[in-house]
């Protein structure tokens, strides 16, 4: 069990740019979350999937972000035309889907700096 | 909906006294609490849960809590810190039915002093 990884782990990049971010969970975790921490808050709920299928996505999802996880294994946060705004900490997090489910297990998180 | 509130945002104590965080929650369901530890750069580790049974639970690193339904409470303590304790703390609630996303609190800055 080598825990959920990300990738990058820091990225910088320019007002208006596209940015890609990668999750890797936990192996035969069903559940995949993406959450945004700003700095001095807490981590708050972007979206969800089970297996391939994205259930759930929090009203901070707008038009320019979207989540994929197109094997039902890994998944992929893109950010598009990117602002000040999105510089934050992107945490992925996975769970078995029976059995525990309610227990998140998190990766080391995508630190994104929007200059 | 689900809401959680740390009391603290910064709490200083010395090295080998006792400490306790406070988190109050709020929610019209029931749910099952957690407390994670954030160290700097990193993401966020579990500490402990609670689920049912006993209100008082115990988590790695000598932490532990108490949940209080009276109270909406689950205060984390540790009877003696140390230096390797100074971390970020959240609170966070999940609902029992239909578990999907954590509900968290602002943070606690756990600073140790020698």
């Known amino acids: 069990d080598t825990g959920v990884s990300q990738d990058p782990r820091h990225k910088i990049t320019k007002r208006g740019q596209n940015v890609t971010f990668r999750c890797d969970p936990i192996?035969?975790?069903?559940?995949l979350y993406w959450y945004r921490q700003t700095l001095g808050q807490g981590p708050e709920f972007l979206t969800y999937?089970?297996?391939?299928?994205?259930?759930?996505k929090s009203r901070l999802l707008s038009d320019r972000f979207s989540a994929e996880r197109p094997k039902g294994s890994f998944s992929t946060l893109e950010i598009q035309r990117t602002e000040q705004g999105d510089s934050a900490m992107y945490l992925c997090?996975?769970?078995?889907?029976?059995?525990?489910?309610?227990?998140?297990?998190f990766g080391p998180g995508t630190r994104l700096t929007v200059t | 909906a689900q809401s959680v509130t740390q009391l603290d945002s910064q709490v200083p104590v010395f090295e080998e006294a006792p400490v306790e965080l406070r988190c109050n929650y709020s929610?019209?369901?029931?749910?099952?609490l957690f407390w994670y530890v954030q160290y700097p750069n990193q993401g966020l580790q579990l500490l402990l849960k609670?689920?049912?049974?006993?209100?008082l639970v115990k988590g790695i690193n000598g932490f532990e809590a108490e949940f209080n339904k009276s109270q909406t409470s689950f205060h984390l303590r540790k009877p003696s810190v140390h230096i390797s304790d100074t971390a970020e703390y959240f609170c966070?609630?999940?609902?029992?039915?239909?578990?999907?996303?954590?509900?968290f609190g602002q943070g606690t800055r756990l600073t140790i002093n020698p």
């Open positions: 997090a996975s769970s078995p889907f029976i059995d525990r489910e309610y227990e998140q297990y």
């Open positions: 192996s035969e975790h069903n559940r």
């Open positions: 999937f089970q297996n391939e299928a994205q259930l759930e």
């Open positions: 929610s019209s369901v029931s749910v099952y």
């Open positions: 609670y689920l049912s049974g006993s209100t």
């Open positions: 966070a609630v999940i609902r029992h039915q239909g578990a999907q996303k954590l509900v």
